[in-house]
């Protein structure tokens, strides 16, 4: 039967999602990180395109980091803006006291060759990576830099993301906020075992000893760090008590893009690193063919399962079982309706990507115009 084939489909789809639900709630919880007793000096790198509205504020929020600002440099990279991004970083970066330095890009690089870029400029052993329109909790850097120094086999870490709170966003900050949720903690699940690769490019640190450079060739640069440090044998960290806030769009279609952009990228990320599988260790074994998955067989199965349980309907193939297994399948979406939606638009988002893959979008948009094109 067509209803029972849908069905099938859909549970088969489901099954990385549960796993991942079964370690989150009963598997081994993440322990804070330890307390440093000397921050060491860091490496600050911002690329950004077209990111004047949020550059002051920016600025503000790296100034009231708990991060001394005698432990640091930024380094702020212009790709080629033509709002003035390059002038107010370096006005603004004055401004607040932090020792800083403005490269601007004579033509546009996107974020990996930008960040490889000042890299080279980096006066320390310790690089962090992060955005224009993200803002710190005051303490997550140093909460980031503290559970990257607490074991030498931590060779990367990231943080904990989620929407900046804004009721002129409030339905794209719903859902990104639902989605962001389980995101968060299926990686700190992961880390807490023994790696994950799926990082948010908001806030990364990484060990200069062990990157000369970020790799440039497919999938993002986060996802990209992670899997070199599982490659040469060290961890790669989701550090859920550093918590960054990204800026969500207001409108749909532009958060939409935004999404498709980033879902396309981890692929590339997660088909180009398909050698890590050989790697005896936890990740490799458990965590990797659960994204692979994810990201490649769960969308299709999805959306196959969906229609063909839709064709059923419509041509009234099912009995008093499948009656009942349809309203049970009605009701699960009413009780947890957040999580069951989080889930079906991911899917779309995944789908999508896999659509894209092989187009070049490797250089970025201005987030923080969230109504332009």
Request: net charge positive; glycine share 6%.
């Amino acid at each position: 039967m067509l209803f029972f084939a849908g069905l099938i489909l859909l549970i088969a789809a489901s099954l990385p999602y549960i796993f991942y639900l079964s370690g989150i709630y009963f598997g081994k919880k993440q322990n804070p990180p330890p307390s440093v007793e000397t921050l060491p000096q860091i490496s600050i790198i911002i690329s950004a395109y077209n990111e004047s509205a949020v550059i002051e504020k920016r600025v503000e929020n790296i100034k009231k980091s708990t991060y001394p600002t005698t432990s640091y440099e930024l380094i702020f990279v212009d790709d080629c803006s033509d709002d003035d991004t390059g002038n107010l970083a370096e006005k603004y970066l004055s401004l607040a006291g932090i020792s800083h330095a403005v490269i601007r890009n004579k033509s546009r690089l996107g974020t990996n060759r930008s960040y490889n870029r000042a890299l080279g400029e980096a006066a320390f052993d310790i690089i962090v990576t992060t955005d224009a329109d993200v803002f710190f909790a005051n303490n997550a850097l140093e909460k980031l830099i503290s559970r990257l120094v607490s074991d030498d086999r931590i060779a990367a870490v990231c943080a904990d993301m989620y929407p900046v709170p804004d009721s002129k966003t409030l339905n794209t900050t719903i859902i990104e906020g639902n989605y962001r949720n389980f995101y968060g903690r299926m990686c700190g699940w992961e880390s807490e075992i023994d790696s994950t690769y799926n990082f948010n490019g908001g806030l990364v640190a990484f060990k200069k000893d062990i990157f000369d450079c970020i790799l440039e060739g497919k999938g993002a640069d986060d996802a990209n760090t992670a899997f070199e440090s599982i490659r040469r044998g060290y961890r790669a960290f989701y550090e859920l008590e550093s918590l960054v806030y990204e800026v969500i769009p207001e409108s749909v279609g532009v958060q939409r893009r935004q999404k498709i952009r980033r879902a396309t990228r981890l692929i590339e990320a997660t088909l180009a690193n398909l050698d890590v599988l050989r790697i005896k260790r936890p990740f490799s074994r458990r965590f990797y063919p659960m994204r692979i998955m994810m990201y490649l067989v769960t969308p299709l199965l999805f959306f196959a399962g969906a229609i063909i349980l839709l064709l059923s309907l419509v041509l009234l193939e099912f009995g008093i079982i499948s009656l009942v297994i349809l309203f049970l399948i009605a009701l699960f979406p009413l009780l947890c309706r957040r999580f069951v939606l989080s889930f079906i638009i991911n899917q779309f988002y995944l789908l999508s990507g896999l659509l894209r893959l092989g187009r070049d979008v490797s250089v970025w948009d201005s987030k923080s115009k969230k109504t332009g094109n």
